[in-house]
């Protein structure tokens, strides 16, 4: 076996016969190789996409999997992320605030900021800005994600809860994990469905092939709820409501994508930003203009206060982006 250092944050490895030989998977091989991370650890890394055959790999058609080791040849590389910081900086980050008590904060999250620091993205995230607005709020959950129940993908736009203190903290992740809430969001989308309201179920996993993406393309998974109504239909798109009675990662990218057969609008990694453009043409181009995120918006977030017992319910607008383009199709239909 041959090795050559990338510094502390990539590791390449050449798979031998006697690597073959001597381990049956390639999270054990790696786990061997790499002593001072755990199995889980290289697990998360498979997980985020940053293990993966190398270029210059004999056979750009292999299939990379933990739980099997790869032909004589294979060149596998380990990308190590930097570790996170062992607590989140506040940063004086403008936030759009909805409501906020002395237990939670409601904001209005952009498109484009992250929820919590993750490898790539340890400044400027919602705890950042959360941070900084409340100045006693570490300590509450989880260090790294002090505060937060809940997330929105960097893309999507729109309501969100974040706890001030630890009870108020324990008692909104019961809510969540139950459903115990109402969430709805709006989305812009490719093609017309066939209904105009209903109800989608599927099994949700990551996606065998793409790391990053997630898929209902599997037997086994976790199981995922979407209902979905139509609120107005152009000439080939339209702007669907859905309520979700669970909160899988992706849920509503890939239940829109796979089984209704309506991609959002602009979503880079469900969809083809390019062949949207072409498809609803050149006004509707001019309107998406150089913005890369999805147009997902979670308009509606609702529940029972869990200190208070006083029902909360917030709406947040639609933002400029999403509603320039959705006035441009109903110019257009």
Do not use: W
Not at 45 to 73: C, V
Not at 81 to 101: S, T, V
Not at 166 to 187: I, M, P, T, W
Not at 273 to 300: F, M, Q, S, W
């Amino acid at each position: 076996m041959s090795e050559e250092s990338l510094g502390e944050e990539s590791r390449i490895f050449t798979i031998t016969q006697k690597d073959r030989d001597d381990f049956k998977r390639l999270d054990q091989y790696l786990n061997h190789k790499i002593e001072e991370y755990s199995r889980n650890f290289l697990k998360n890394l498979f997980d985020n996409d940053l293990i993966e055959l190398n270029s210059d790999s004999p056979n750009p058609h292999i299939k990379l999997e933990l739980k099997k080791m790869p032909p004589e040849g294979t060149i596998v590389q380990v990308n190590i992320p930097p570790p996170l910081p062992a607590e989140a900086e506040a940063e004086n980050i403008p936030l759009e605030i909805l409501y906020e008590d002395e237990h939670l904060v409601f904001v209005n999250k952009p498109a484009g900021m992250v929820t919590h620091p993750a490898p790539g993205n340890y400044r400027g995230t919602l705890v950042n800005a959360i941070l900084y607005h409340c100045k006693d709020l570490k300590g509450v959950g989880d260090q790294k994600r002090p505060g937060i129940v809940h997330r929105l993908d960097k893309g999507t736009s729109g309501v969100m809860v974040v706890a001030k203190n630890q009870k108020c903290h324990e008692l909104l992740v019961g809510l969540f994990s139950k459903h115990d809430l109402e969430r709805r969001y709006q989305a812009l989308a490719i093609n017309r469905p066939q209904a105009t309201a209903g109800h989608l179920e599927s099994m949700i996993g990551r996606h065998p092939q793409n790391r990053l993406k997630m898929t209902t393309q599997l037997t086994r998974g976790k199981q995922a709820i979407t209902d979905y109504k139509v609120l107005e239909l152009f000439h080939k798109a339209c702007l669907l409501e859905m309520k979700l009675e669970t909160g899988r990662t992706h849920q509503i990218r890939v239940h829109l994508k796979e089984l209704l057969k309506t991609p959002i609008i602009n979503d880079p990694l469900y969809g083809h930003p390019n062949d949207d453009k072409r498809i609803l043409g050149a006004a509707a181009t001019v309107a998406i203009g150089n913005y890369e995120h999805p147009y997902l918006h979670a308009k509606v977030l609702g529940f029972i206060h869990p200190m208070t017992q006083q029902p909360m319910h917030f709406e947040s607008p639609l933002p400029p982006e999403f509603q320039q383009l959705l006035d441009v199709l109903r110019g257009e239909s």
